[in-house]
């Protein structure tokens, strides 16, 4: 329609490895439709072109790990009119994560030839430990075909629907063989969101996670079940403990299994 002003959206980078923005850069075919009917007003890692909010829509990847990155959360925050947080590091901190389990200035004076020059915090933490966030979508990376019902959406003012079953759900819709069951393998399918369509135990491996916590997760029966399996109190708490280790259904149990 003449005139009718596009909506605006932004995509925002924190710690991250821009993996889930690429996920919005290959959708190829979609990326045309989802151009002709926003305008892409703020996306540093595809355009040097940029406007000046407010935004409609701002999309959030990254974790918040340093003191400039939880001012600058705000900031995206007032300037946003619906903000979604994208991919494992958005949602639950990321691997970098891993961080809150230890003493961060120990990996600093071992890494860093000039420790003093590293200013950074403690913890990395999800989005909506500091702002208000609309709609989180999960995984490691995002499913593109998820970010477009996403973008959709929020373009036709309803809610997303992405289902918040587990991935034992996705295998049973894909006639997959449990690896589990079948042949004592661990999988924390059962525990985890899905997204990814059953991908890892579609090629007979075990799920490790990457989308994060299921909705009403119990993974203290999970893993006990991984420890009747065999599987070392070390590796049950490595499963755990990974892209979504902040994760709180996936924190607890992983404490539980300290070696
Ligand atoms: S293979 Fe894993 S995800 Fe699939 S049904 Fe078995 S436990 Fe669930
Ligand atoms: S690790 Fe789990 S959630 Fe990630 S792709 Fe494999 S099956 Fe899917």
């Known amino acids: 329609?003449?005139?009718?002003?596009?909506?605006?959206?932004?995509?925002?980078?924190?710690?991250?490895?821009?993996?889930?923005?690429?996920s919005l850069l290959d959708c190829e075919d979609e990326l045309l439709a989802v151009a002709g009917a926003v305008e892409i007003a703020?996306?540093?890692?595809?355009?040097?072109?940029?406007?000046?909010?407010?935004?409609?829509l701002s999309l959030?990847?990254?974790?918040?790990?340093?003191?400039?990155?939880?001012?600058?959360?705000?900031?995206v925050r007032r300037v946003s009119k619906h903000l979604v947080t994208i991919g494992a590091c958005a949602t639950a901190g990321g691997i970098q994560a891993?961080?809150?389990?230890?003493?961060?200035?120990?990996?600093?004076?071992?890494v860093y030839a000039n420790p003093a020059y590293i200013d950074t915090l403690s913890t990395s933490t999800p989005i909506a430990d500091h702002v208000k966030v609309d709609f989180e979508l999960r995984g490691c990376p995002i499913n593109k075909l998820q970010l477009v019902e996403v973008l959709s959406a929020f373009l036709a003012g309803r809610r997303p629907v992405t289902p918040a079953h587990s991935v034992c759900i996705e295998c049973k819709l894909k006639g997959n063989v449990c690896v589990m069951v079948a042949h004592g393998t661990g999988c924390i399918g059962p525990v985890t969101h899905a997204?990814?369509?059953?991908?890892?135990?579609?090629?007979?491996?075990?799920?490790?996670?990457c989308f994060g916590p299921m909705e009403t997760p119990n993974p203290r029966a999970l893993g006990e079940r991984l420890r009747a399996l065999g599987m070392p109190a070390r590796d049950v708490q490595r499963v755990f403990r990974n892209f979504n280790?902040?994760?709180?259904?996936?924190?607890?149990?992983?404490?539980?299994?300290d070696a």
């Open 1 to 22: 329609m003449a005139g009718a002003r596009k909506p605006k959206l932004a995509v925002w980078k924190f710690a991250s490895c821009d993996g889930c923005q690429l």
């Open 42 to 56: 703020y996306f540093p890692e595809a355009s040097r072109a940029m406007s000046k909010g407010p935004y409609d």
């Open 60 to 75: 959030v990847e990254g974790s918040i790990t340093t003191h400039h990155d939880a001012e600058r959360i705000q900031q």
């Open 98 to 110: 891993l961080r809150n389990f230890r003493n961060v200035k120990e990996f600093i004076s071992i």
């Open 195 to 209: 997204g990814c369509g059953a991908l890892c135990p579609s090629y007979h491996r075990g799920c490790y996670g």
């Open 245 to 257: 280790a902040q994760a709180e259904p996936f924190r607890t149990e992983s404490g539980r299994h």
